[in-house]
């Protein structure tokens, strides 16, 4: 294909509202290569779909592939940051942190719909026979490495895809496909730099000490695997660590100088949900009694979520990967890291709903809202 057919993808892509978009040949890659010793360390944990060794060759995702096309969506939505000093506490009142990714509509929708939107789009311009398939997050597909080579952006020590105009507030999407297309990085360019340079505030900021050397994460240890990938118990070690969050965790982002003034994106369906009063609720559900977001929930609202609340609330979203289970065990760990204490306004109230959960026949949840229950003695 010529040059122009890359050219109007990106373009092609831009006027479906990607932010950026890049076109790179479907190789072997030197970061792909070195995950199966990442794997081998044991930093996947629970994550057993990580092993799957075509996630180390795009050449073996798909029968035929030439080129990996990928979509840059900015998530930066205008409100603060986790680590503001007005954390975690809302109105007096505990709250838990979400991440910022998850706030509004799940992503793996809005995306597809626009990578779904360019591969139609190529089915219009490119009439002959060919494979084209979109993946977000979906499939044996390292996104942020082909990204870096798609000339997006670098890989940076908290081993996310920071660009240097827009951070890393962002999600990927790739199209792979068997069309035979110019890379946006030329053959005898290089991807672009890295500007992490002697900057380590994110290995330091991270609560956790998931980073086990620069551009290396033991995931083991990141809150995002422990608040939703994690089925089991949340060890002893990392629940005062955990803090407020409760749905993953943003600080190696919050903390990036390259985030710091990375444009804001207006995509409606990114702001973070609010829910109405409980006469508004159509549902027949116990829906929250107040006005209430997912920025900054309250964790006394989450805890009082019962299963068929949680499916209501979290319809479409992306915290529903964790699952209602996982989000009581986290709001319980959340609650014993909390101001709250006995006497205090909210005491009793929160108390009743521990105790219920810790009278719960589920090994996990009982366990956890006995630790939250020991904290604020
Ligand atoms: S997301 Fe949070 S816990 Fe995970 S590496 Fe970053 S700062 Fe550490
Ligand atoms: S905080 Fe500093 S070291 Fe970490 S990714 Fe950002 S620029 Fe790189």
Redesign the pocket.
């Known amino acids: 294909m010529a040059l122009a057919d890359t050219v109007w993808i990106v373009d092609q892509a831009k006027s479906l509202g990607f932010d950026l978009c890049g076109v790179v040949r479907a190789e072997k890659f030197p970061e792909l290569q070195r995950t199966p010793e990442w794997l081998a360390r044991g930093y996947a944990g629970e994550m057993k779909y990580l092993a799957d060794p075509r996630r180390s060759n795009p050449q073996s995702v798909m029968p035929g592939i030439r080129s990996a096309i990928v979509g840059l969506l900015n998530y930066n939505t205008e409100h603060p940051l986790s680590i503001d000093p007005a954390q975690p506490s809302n109105d007096g009142q505990a709250c838990g942190w979400i991440s910022r990714y998850a706030w509004g509509d799940d992503y793996h929708d809005v995306l597809r719909e626009r990578l779904d939107a360019l591969v139609e789009s190529l089915r219009e311009r490119f009439k002959g026979s060919f494979d084209a398939r979109a993946y977000v997050d979906t499939g044996p597909v390292q996104e942020r490495v082909l990204a870096k080579y798609a000339g997006l952006g670098w890989l ?3 081993t ?1 895809l ?1 660009n240097q105009i827009l951070g890393s507030f962002f999600f990927l999407g790739v199209i792979l496909t068997t069309l035979d297309l110019e890379p946006t990085v030329g053959a005898n360019e290089l991807p672009p730099p890295d ?2 340079g002697s ?5 330091d900021a991270c609560p956790t000490q998931a980073f086990v050397e ?1 551009y290396v994460m033991d995931a083991r240890k990141c809150i995002s695997y422990l608040t939703i990938e994690l089925r089991s118990s949340v060890p002893e070690e990392f629940r005062e660590p955990m803090g407020n969050h409760v749905f993953g965790c943003d600080i ?1 982002q919050d ?4 985030n710091r003034r990375a444009p804001i994106a207006i995509i409606p369906q990114f702001q973070p949900r609010v829910f109405p009063p409980a006469e508004e609720n159509q549902t027949g559900t116990s829906l929250p009694p107040q006005d209430e977001s997912l920025h900054l929930p309250r964790l006394e609202w989450l805890l009082g979520l019962t299963e068929a609340d949680f499916r209501e609330v979290f319809r479409g979203s992306a915290v529903k990967r964790t699952r209602w289970r996982g989000l009581m065990r986290n709001a319980c760990i959340a609650l014993g890291n909390s101001t709250l204490r006995p006497g205090t306004a909210d005491e009793g109230r929160i108390r009743v709903l521990l105790e219920r959960l810790a009278a719960s026949e589920d090994r996990i949840l009982a366990e956890s809202a006995l630790w939250a229950l020991s904290r604020i003695q």
């Open positions: 940076g020590k908290n996310l920071l500007l992490c900057c380590r505030r994110c290995l620069p190696c903390v990036c100088p390259w």
